[in-house]
Nanobody, 118 residues
Framework: QVQLVESGGGLVQAGGSLRLSCVAS????????MGWYRQVPGKQRELVAS???????NYADSVKGRFTISRDNAKNTVSLQMNSLKPEDTAVYYC????????????WGQGTQVTVSS
């Protein structure tokens, strides 16, 4: 089992910045991927950004150039720096962790609300 605890989020005006952080604990396999999804009511959860333990990153087209994902393998943490925020970035953001391999379990954080006002 892996437990994820998120911090950050909140209310910000359009054009502003926020930073989300997430720490993983439990049965941490060394080779893994961590990242963030987001979800708005009535829509499917969508991938925002991910980063492997080797440092390979992936971003949704909608956040490229504005969001930066990073991680600290020694501390089992992942962060998402969100700049130039837009009202359409408003969502609940969920941290996730997944071990590398075939059909491995995906673990979720509890979610943190990000609200961008226009």
């Amino acid at each position: 089992q892996v437990q994820l605890v998120e911090s950050g989020g909140g209310l910000v005006q359009a054009g502003g910045s926020l930073r989300l952080s997430c720490v993983a604990s439990g049965s941490i396999q060394r080779s893994n991927t961590m990242g963030w999804y987001r979800q708005v009511p009535g829509k499917q959860r969508e991938l925002v950004a991910s980063i492997t333990s080797g440092g390979i990153t992936n971003y949704a087209d909608s956040v490229k150039g504005r969001f930066t994902i990073s991680r600290d393998n020694a501390k089992n943490t992942v962060s998402l720096q969100m700049n130039s925020l837009k009202p359409e970035d408003t969502a609940v953001y969920y941290c996730y962790w997944r071990a590398t391999g075939f059909m491995t379990s995906l673990y979720w954080g509890q979610g943190t609300q990000v609200t961008v006002s226009s």
